[in-house]
C-alpha cells in the first residue's frame, strides 16, 4: 500500500502533489493527470532514449524507497506523461529488453 505524507498524494500508480493557496486551499499542480513508468537498473541508455523520442515522455527522476538490503530512499530514473502513453512505452520497453534478452540487440555505439 503506498503511503501518504505532507507532500505528495500516491493516487494508484498516479503521482501528484499537492500545494496550498494563501488562504490555505490545498490546490493539485500541473502533475495530475501524469504517470511515472520506473526505469530499472540495466535498461540500456539507447533504448530510453529510444521511449523518449517516440512516446514524447519527460525524463524526470523522483525519490523513492528502494529495498535492496534494507529501505533506503534513492533517487530513480522515470519517464513521465499520460496514462496510454505511459502503459504503451512499457510494453515497448518490456519486448525491447525480451529481444535484447535473447541476443538481439546490437548497441549504435559498438562497430563490429
Do not use: C
Not at 501528484?16 to 526505469?39: A, C, H, R, S
Not at 530499472?40 to 512516446?55: A, D, H
Not at 530512499?73 to 525491447?96: F, P, S, W
Request: net charge negative; charged share 40%.
Amino acid at each position: 500500500m503506498k503511503k501518504k505524507d505532507e507532500e505528495n498524494v500516491y493516487i494508484g500508480d498516479e503521482f501528484t502533489e499537492e500545494e496550498e493557496d494563501l488562504k490555505g486551499n490545498q490546490e493539485v499542480n500541473e502533475l495530475e493527470g501524469l504517470y511515472d513508468l520506473m526505469i530499472p537498473p540495466g535498461v540500456p541508455e539507447s533504448l530510453i532514449v529510444e521511449l523518449v523520442e517516440e512516446f514524447d515522455l519527460e525524463p524526470v527522476t523522483r525519490l523513492t524507497n528502494v529495498e535492496i538490503i534494507e529501505v533506503d530512499q534513492r533517487e530513480i530514473l522515470v519517464l513521465r506523461g499520460d496514462l496510454e502513453t505511459v502503459n504503451e512505452a512499457h510494453d515497448y520497453m518490456v519486448k525491447r529488453m525480451r529481444e535484447i534478452s535473447d541476443g538481439g540487440f546490437k548497441s549504435p555505439w559498438v562497430d563490429d
